[in-house]
């Protein structure tokens, strides 16, 4: 006997994964090769003048947000297909707390076009200094850094029950599903104290609290893309009991 594998399991595997690679480097390139350049650290006012002065590369950054959300989507309907044949409670939590995640990181490019919309030329913005507009306007990008910790605990949950559905099924190998689930649990543990005590991340940095997570996620959306979902046998079938 063996764990069965369908046909929409298979395909949504394969969505799966090209999902998780593309949002993987939409993400990583709209974050660190088109925002973090623009955003000059304790700065208000060089960080409002590179913004303005490339405004294109700044609005480029928010649609690679958007598409990553949804990409987000797309992976998270994947998943709950591959998992509801194994327990179709735990797939529609782990579904769930990744639509939490992902609805809170819109909140970014909408930060972001509030930050806009505080540096443009509107009449009714010329009541308030330019120096008050910038200052406003950075702490609208800073506050997406808040609506991404605050999500971080669902996108941590929600793969840790991914990982555990993994675990179960033997539908990837089985380290990396231990692995799955250590990291993801591990993220959730750091979001959770680093929001009741901010100064944890002088103590493991905050780069650490989701780093072994989307590693796991990456790798496995590799696995998925190329290797796919392969049945494993049961104990019966691997010691030749009937």
């Known amino acids: 006997m063996t764990t069965s594998v369908d046909n929409s399991q298979r395909t949504a595997a394969k969505v799966a994964g090209i999902a998780g690679i593309l949002g993987f480097i939409l993400v990583v390139f709209g974050n660190y090769v088109l925002l973090d350049p623009l955003v000059v650290p304790r700065n208000a006012v060089e960080t409002a003048h590179n913004i303005l002065a490339h405004q294109t590369q700044f609005r480029f950054a928010l649609v690679c947000f958007i598409t990553y959300d949804i990409g987000g989507i797309v992976l998270l309907t994947s998943l709950y ?101 250590t990291a993801s649990a591990w993220c959730v543990f750091c979001a959770v104290v680093y929001l009741i005590f901010p100064e944890f991340k002088k103590i493991v940095n905050d780069y650490i609290f989701d780093s072994p997570m989307a590693l796991f996620e990456l790798v496995v959306s590799f696995w998925l893309l190329f290797k796919g979902l392969k049945p494993v046998a049961s104990m019966q079938a691997q010691t030749g009991v009937v």
């Open 81 to 181: 297909v591959i998992f509801a044949p194994v327990n179709l409670g735990l797939a529609l939590a782990g579904a769930l707390f990744r639509l939490v995640f992902v609805m809170l990181w819109l909140a970014a490019p909408l930060n972001s076009l509030g930050a806009l919309r505080l540096l443009g030329d509107s009449t009714y913005l010329q009541v308030v200094g330019p120096e008050a507009l910038q200052a406003l306007a950075r702490g609208q990008i800073a506050a997406s850094f808040d609506d991404y910790y605050v999500g971080l605990p669902f996108f941590g949950l929600g793969a840790t029950v991914c990982a555990w559905l993994w675990l179960k099924s033997n539908f990837i190998p089985r380290g990396l599903s231990i692995f799955g689930v």
